[in-house]
């Protein structure tokens, strides 16, 4: 099969970009897997340019993989994403669709894989849905959530796009791919309703590395340490994070809290960016290798988002033996249930029950449970294999 999907700078051969997210990771992993089963793909990488003109042009090709750089005037997609009047997307984005079809006649996939879902996987969905190409999209999130924590920032004629947007997936994709079913009923009660014949629920795999790294020891201090690996985003809930941190100080507890995330130089909300530098250990994103020292060097996890389809984080830092406090909008929350950790599962509004919970959290031994079933739900090949037998039954 050849495959067609969204990928990122940091997959391409000479990328020395650290990758950040969970799509970025799966994407260079699963289609590792696919050339070593005698597929091919296609990874194609949006960037906005500052002049007028829409073009697809190949980056980059090794063995197996082809990467090529969709380039568009960024202009135009801020036009639409401000505008007052709804727009109709396939008018306005018909220059850029017409650009991704004619790649698509030229590159001749057999099909096309969404790994998320964003304004561009749109424009390639439109595209591949009148080339006629299968299609089949991976729910990484849900762009209605992720809109709503930023709806400030669009007016509601272009959230009201995004969402009609989001919606055409349903009548354009062949399968969906939901990560869990906390995900799949997310997106039937807030987008869509997904027909039976679409829907199949696929795990996130890991990586294998953490697996293989694995140590039940702390790397140095004797200080409780409190970490967190989430991107600078409304959704992640950073502010649960930076109240939690100020109640454990004054109740004198000699906890520290450790955040891998990049705050933006910017001076937008610059008070609670001062505030979470001042009282939380901040920690440019790393290399996986790093990432493992990291969570060896903390005791435990939290992560209060608002909303998470299937946070990788979880998983990873289970495989190190290191267990994560969720928020109840976390898509874990099933499998907690299923391996009787639903202590690990908290309401993040209130900092001094959160501290208490923490404190009895910390007495417990890790809980074994849930991360066998990590081993054995989410092994790779286990994982990727099912999206090949997928994706030979839409072809």
Request: glycine letters at 4%; aromatic letters at 10%; one cysteine or more.
């Amino acid at each position: 099969m050849k495959i067609l999907s969204n990928e990122y700078l940091s997959n391409l051969p000479s990328g020395s970009k650290v990758a950040s997210g969970g799509p970025a990771h799966f994407s260079h992993a699963f289609s590792d897997f696919l050339n070593e089963n005698g597929h091919e793909w296609i990874g194609i990488i949006h960037q906005g340019n500052d002049g007028e003109k829409t073009n697809t042009i190949k980056k980059a090709g090794i063995m197996g993989k082809d990467f090529y750089i969709f380039s568009y005037p960024h202009t135009h997609r801020h036009a639409f994403m401000s505008s007052k009047k709804k727009l109709d997307p396939r008018e306005w984005f018909a220059p850029q669709i017409e650009s991704l079809r004619r790649l698509i006649r030229r590159a001749k996939p057999d099909m096309l894989f969404l790994n998320g879902y964003s304004v561009f996987a749109w424009k390639l969905l439109e595209a591949a849905r009148l080339e006629g190409l299968p299609i089949v999209i991976q729910h990484a999130g849900i762009a209605q959530v992720e809109f709503e924590q930023y709806k400030d920032l669009y007016t509601r004629a272009a959230r009201m796009a995004v969402l009609q947007m989001e919606q055409d997936i349903v009548e354009a994709a062949t399968k969906q791919v939901f990560l869990n079913e906390f995900s799949r009923d997310a997106f039937c009660e807030r987008v869509a309703k997904v027909p039976e014949h679409q829907a199949v629920v696929i795990p996130l795999p890991y990586q294998e590395i953490f697996a293989t790294h694995a140590s039940t020891k702390k790397s140095a201090g004797s200080e409780i340490v409190i970490g967190c690996v989430a991107r600078w985003d409304r959704i992640k809930n950073h502010q649960a994070i930076l109240r939690l941190a100020l109640e454990a100080k004054k109740q004198g507890l000699d906890w520290h809290f450790r955040s891998v995330t990049k705050i933006p130089e910017t001076k937008v909300h610059i008070r609670f960016k001062n505030s979470y530098r001042k009282e939380i250990e901040v920690v440019a994103p790393m290399s996986t290798q790093d990432l493992i020292k990291f969570y060896k060097s903390v005791d435990l996890l939290v992560l209060p988002s608002n909303f998470d389809v299937s946070p990788t984080v979880v998983m990873e830092a289970a495989l190190q033996y290191r267990p994560t406090l969720i928020s109840k909008n976390v898509g874990w929350v099933s499998e907690y249930r299923a391996s009787g950790i639903e202590d690990w599962i908290m309401d993040f509004s209130d900092e001094k029950k959160l501290v208490q919970r923490l404190h009895t959290l910390l007495q417990k031994p890790f809980p074994l449970k849930f991360r066998n079933m990590v081993l054995l739900k989410h092994d790779p090949k286990k994982v990727f294999g099912m999206y090949v037998k997928l994706f030979s039954s839409v072809v």
